[in-house]
């Protein structure tokens, strides 16, 4: 369909007005934001059940995860989150570049994120505590003593077992694996949805420095902010199940 030359130059031909433009954008992003969390609600159903099959195993298993890294990840972010917020912020009220600050900010912490996961795989890797046929860790033949104030007060890495003091309870991983496979399986997903957020936000901020996006047109931007938001709350429920609950 053909336009007259008083409409917008961002208002595509298949459409006949901004409104109906704008709304279909925002209608296809929930559409896929629905088959989002299809997906991974049906890998957090499959973490429950095996979890009820295996309650000591996930325990033990999930001590093997630091805890650290996990809430770093976390704080960084809930901080892109923030930051992505106000970039759409920022557009609204004309500010481009403060807009395009708050975009770089959001890729440094998505940099961020990638790189603290990347270091903990590769530990994992380098300890043998990988999915499925490729577990092969066995931990050190000495008894390590953890200063952990809150529960666990010695952990036997041998024989994947570990000692609960509060609870006088020794719990035995059997088919560590399992808990893994789930763990990069969730994580790794979710890491994919990170790298692509980061090529969405580059590419926002690429049509930002051209004048793409402005304070009339900024649905590419929206829709993008509402995908990272997916992201950060998938991640706020990954950290307790694997980091904290196990």
Known sequence: MSHDKSSPDFLYHHFYDVDQQYETSK????????????????????????????????????????????????IVLIGS???????????QLKKKKLSLIMLFITLICAAMFLGIKYLEYEHKFHLGQLPG?????????????????????????????????????LYTMNNPHIFFSIYFIMTGLHGLHVAIGMGLIAWLM????????????????EAVGIFWHLVDIIWIFLFPLFYLIG
């Open 27 to 74: 209608l296809g992003m929930w559409a896929f934001i629905l088959t989002e969390i299809l997906t991974f609600g049906a890998l957090f159903v499959a973490y429950t059940i095996y979890r009820a099959w295996n309650p000591d195993m996930f325990i033990g298993a999930n001590l093997l995860l630091d805890v650290n890294k996990g809430l770093l990840n976390t």
């Open 206 to 221: 690429v049509l930002t420095a051209r004048g793409k996006l402005h304070s009339r047109y900024y649905t590419h931007m």
């Open 81 to 91: 989150s923030l930051t992505m917020a106000l970039a759409i912020w920022a557009i």
């Open 133 to 169: 046929e490729y577990y092969s860790y066995m931990g050190p033949e000495v008894v390590q003593e953890i200063h952990d104030q809150e529960k666990i007060d010695y952990y036997i890495e041998t024989n994947n077992t570990f000692f609960d003091k509060e609870t006088n309870r």
